[in-house]
């Protein structure tokens, strides 16, 4: 087989434990000179269950084989909460932050509609975990990334100079407001209806 299968077929669940391993065999393909490691997953997945999560991460299998993953990270905010805050007082005033850490599309799956699933499901937890707005960076020099959440919303803010290192590549701070509006909430993630609207946007492979 020389391309891939029908995108919409891919899967998009949460990311366990026992999936770090094959995530990591896609991170070291996509990017060798600062991949992350095998301990930070580990670290990240830690938040991502429980009452007190503020990590999504989502992986997209196509069969027996992983073929996408995604992150977020949220602060100032609880997932789906009732608006109460720490010292028992109302917290419906405060609103939360979120950064996509990280979106990750094998190579034969690029162009194919699956990087904008991912990232549609991360912007559903930033919702979910009512954040007023969500932060990226990504390397100055992928632009099919960048077009990519141009798409969604997400708009330039600066550079952060020598960010991704140990190429010293800078990397652009990009900023979406109201996560809200860039998503379909009728037509949610799941195993059985994995489709999304935004499948035309463009695949591709992003590190945050």
Same mark, same amino acid.
Request: proline share 6%; net charge negative.
């Given at each position: ?32 000179? $600062? ?51 720490? $010292? ?53 020099? %992928? ?24 190429? %010293? ?8 407001? $109201? ?30």
């Amino acid at each position: 087989m020389t391309g891939p299968e029908n995108p919409e077929n891919a899967v998009l669940r949460e990311m366990r434990w026992w999936d770090i391993e094959p995530v990591l065999q896609v991170e070291r393909e996509l990017f060798p000179e $600062d991949a992350w490691s095998r301990g930070m997953f580990w670290s990240e997945l830690a938040h991502a269950r429980g009452p007190a999560a503020t990590r999504r991460y989502v992986v997209a299998e196509e069969g027996d084989r992983l073929v996408g993953y995604a992150g977020l990270t949220a602060a100032g905010a609880q997932p789906d909460g009732d608006g109460a805050s720490g $010292d028992g007082t109302s917290g419906g005033d405060a609103a939360g932050v979120a950064d996509v850490q990280t979106i990750a599309v094998t190579r034969d799956h690029w162009g194919t509609g699956l990087g904008s699933r991912l990232l549609t499901e991360l912007l559903r937890a930033a919702t979910a975990f009512e954040c007023a707005e969500v932060f990226l960076e990504c390397r100055i020099d %992928n632009v099919r990334a960048q077009k990519l959440y141009e798409r969604f919303g997400f708009e330039s803010i600066g550079v952060r100079k020598g960010y991704y290192q140990p190429g %010293n590549v800078d990397a652009l701070v990009m900023r979406l407001t $109201d996560p809200a509006t860039s998503v379909h909430p009728a037509n949610p993630m799941s195993a059985t209806n994995p489709t999304n609207p935004a499948n035309g946007v463009e695949g591709t492979e992003i590190h945050g």
